[in-house]
């Protein structure tokens, strides 16, 4: 058995995700939060008086630190330059999603993480959940067919108007911000999409308010909406040739659902999750680390481009770019 080495993290970013990360890290064994850096004092000052991490006063302090990982857990326009910088210091990197704005940050990033022969893995929390481990592992024994047809979607209201998710510079908009756990599930249960459609609206601060899509793939289609402008936290349905699953909201936090077969049987799973959810990644990338993996196999680099260059084509129709694009 390969001995259970203590994974020492850096955080780069003390806002609100680093704080449920803090949550998750609590219930993974042999991890330790030893520094932080941000872009401002006091929210660094605040994270580590409560975590008892080391305040670093800039992005070199940080990366020159003892530590084997860095999470990355700022606002995606900054992610590709955070990761690059942390791997060419040597350190393996956990990077929020959406892991880079467009296909081709994330090719330097991928290049980068072989060239160090680092670990990179985008933290795209789902797959990780109890309740898609156990929902994957009864198909395999129970399966429903060939995935032919997928449908899901997340909109959300009341969303402060000073939320990043409304700054273009700082690449937000639904489709960033919500529309990657959709093109999660279109990767995961389709593969690669082979045509996307997608409409949008536009708001005044330049972002997507609201976005639908739809793509095809070999072996079915998709169909997606995601957005700040109404109240739709949907579930995520999945159809098979024997049968088709409902993963009940929220489904990127998933809790249970439901397998209807085609022969009228009725398949409840029921997985509840604890620590608020990040700490089944955590533990993942933990683990691949003490194997001296340098690749996840459930969130692959090819998973994460799959992901991201759906996206460029969906932001494209919808006339979304960013700065430099
Ligand atoms: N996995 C999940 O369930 C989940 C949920 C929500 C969000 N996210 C992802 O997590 C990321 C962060 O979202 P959030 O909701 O935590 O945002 P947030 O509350 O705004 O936190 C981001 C923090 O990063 C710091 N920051 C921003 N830009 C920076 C830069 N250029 N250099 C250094 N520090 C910078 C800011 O710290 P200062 O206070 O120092 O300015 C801010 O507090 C996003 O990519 C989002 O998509 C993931």
Known sequence: MIPIKNVRWGIIGCGAISERFM????AVPNTEMISAWSRRPESVTSFCDKY???????LDELLASDIDAIYIATLPDSHSLYTTAALRAGKNVLCEK?????????????????NNKLLFMEAMKPPFFPLYRKLKAHLTKDPIGEIGYLRAGSSIVGVDSNHPSFSLELAGGSIMGIGIYEAFLAADWLGDAVAVQAMGNIGDTGVDLFSIFQTQHNPGFAQFYTGF????KGDALICGKHGHITIH???WNPLSATIAYSDGRLVELHEPFSAGGLNYEIAHFCELLNNGQTESPVISHDISRKMIG???????QVGLKFKGE
């Open 229 to 232: 402008e109404v109240y739709g």
């Open 249 to 251: 909201q929220n489904w």
């Open 23 to 26: 949550q998750g890290l609590a």
């Open 52 to 58: 008892g991490a080391q305040p670093c006063s800039n």
């Open 98 to 114: 959406p892991a880079c704005i467009n296909l081709s940050e994330l090719e330097t990033v991928l290049h980068e993480a072989k």
């Open 310 to 316: 759906l996206l460029d084509k969906v932001r494209a």
